[in-house]
């Protein structure tokens, strides 16, 4: 958090995220939409965990910040979902479930940024 912007971009985040999941609860069961989530959600509790450090147990958030990134990668791993450059399957993930949402996170940032300027 070394710049002035930085909590204003996980406000924006954390907004993203919840909007998100507020359509996961109308339309429950899309997938696409579910990983989604997941991949900004494990992005956000990454990014999230040193800022929040100051305010609760670090522990905590470490902790949640490595759950939602295993969650993507069992969701990716059983739904060969990956869009990443290293496969889900792969083995280094097994001990870097952040590594991976942060991979993840890139790709999906990547997509998001080509559909935009394919839009305009």
């Known amino acids: 958090m070394s710049t002035p912007t930085a909590p204003y971009a996980l406000l924006r ?7 998100l999941d507020d359509e996961l609860t109308v339309r429950p069961g ?3 939409r579910e990983r989604e989530y997941l991949v900004h959600r494990a992005a956000l509790a990454d990014r999230a965990a040193p800022a929040l450090a100051e305010v ?3 522990a905590t958030s470490e902790q949640d910040a490595e759950n939602t990134a295993s969650r993507l990668l069992e969701h990716d791993r059983a739904h060969g979902t990956g869009r990443g450059p290293v496969p889900a399957a792969d083995a280094r993930w097994d001990t870097d479930a952040r590594g991976y949402a942060r ?3 890139a790709a999906a940032v990547l997509d998001e ?3 935009e300027h394919a839009r305009g």
């Open 113 to 115: 940024h080509d559909q």
């Open 103 to 105: 991979q993840e996170h």
């Open 13 to 19: 985040a954390t907004a993203a995220v919840q909007r």
């Open 56 to 58: 609760e147990d670090p």
């Open 30 to 32: 899309d997938r696409r």
